[in-house]
């Protein structure tokens, strides 16, 4: 079937098998490979996307479901060049400066829901976060500080600042490692 999407800004139009999923299609069509395949079975999250700004885990998906939608991957989210980082979004900023990832393969998911998440509740409190991620599984159990980073995000898109705790604070806020 051909199917015509937009996807990081740009427009495509494929023919693609019917029983193809979207992540499969953004992956190996597109070469959108910042969307991993995590558990194949819509339990881990790490495939989430945007789909017309809505938070989407694009293994539930078939390509041809998206047939006219936009989407947004981890690697349409920051602005400047493709893959320069030169303008992060705030949400993957504060999980760089919160260190809201450990091994790194559900942060893309976690990053997309939590935009996802802000655009619906721009304040929300902890217990909010911990709801609104709970689709998002992080097998490193890093939960802790993917909390303060979406909790710092949503201070930064309010437009009073991040929260401190970050990493680039300083000394004080950095774990000490025994000798």
């Not at 969307?35 to 700004?53: F, R």
Request: glycine share 12%; charged share 20%; aromatic share 4%.
């Amino acid at each position: 079937m051909r199917v015509r999407m937009k996807v990081d800004g740009v427009t495509y139009d494929d023919e693609v098998e019917p029983r193809k999923l979207l992540t499969h299609h953004l992956r190996e069509g597109l070469g959108r490979v910042g969307t991993p395949i995590g558990c194949d079975t819509s339990n881990c999250g790490a495939c989430t996307v945007l789909i017309d700004g809505d938070s989407v885990k694009s293994c539930s998906v078939l390509a041809v479901q998206a047939d006219g939608t936009d989407i947004t991957t981890i690697q349409g989210l920051a602005g400047g060049p493709e893959g320069s980082g030169a303008q992060w979004h705030p949400v993957q900023k504060a999980f760089q400066e919160h260190h809201g990832l450990q091994c790194g393969f559900c942060t893309p998911g976690m990053v997309l829901a939590a935009v996802d998440l802000l655009k619906r509740n721009p304040s929300p409190t902890e217990d909010e976060v911990r709801h609104g991620l709970e689709g998002n599984l992080c097998r490193c159990t890093g939960y802790q500080n993917i909390v303060k980073a979406v909790l710092s995000a949503a201070s930064e898109l309010r437009g009073e600042g991040p929260l401190p705790g970050s990493f680039s604070d300083g000394p004080a806020d950095k774990q000490e490692v025994p000798a």
